[in-house]
């Protein structure tokens, strides 16, 4: 069984990673791919592009890196 703060985690990760597939798409849509930054993505995922948690070392934003 996982402690809280590992379902917490999890949770978080899996509402962070929702958030940013579906600002992606969002743009995307928009934007198509090559005009769509991750800062854009971002920001519309209501995340911040700077810092230790910078959706560029996001795991789902590597390859957009």
Do not use: K, N
Request: hydrophobic share 45%; aromatic share 4%; glycine share 4%.
């Amino acid at each position: 069984m996982e402690q809280p703060s590992q379902q917490r985690r999890a949770m978080l990760a899996a509402s962070t990673h929702e958030a940013i597939v579906d600002a992606a798409g969002r743009l995307f849509a928009e934007r198509e791919y090559v005009a769509t930054t991750v800062r854009e993505i971002a920001a519309l995922a209501d995340g911040s592009p700077t810092g230790p948690e910078a959706p560029a070392a996001h795991p789902a934003l590597t390859c957009w890196s």
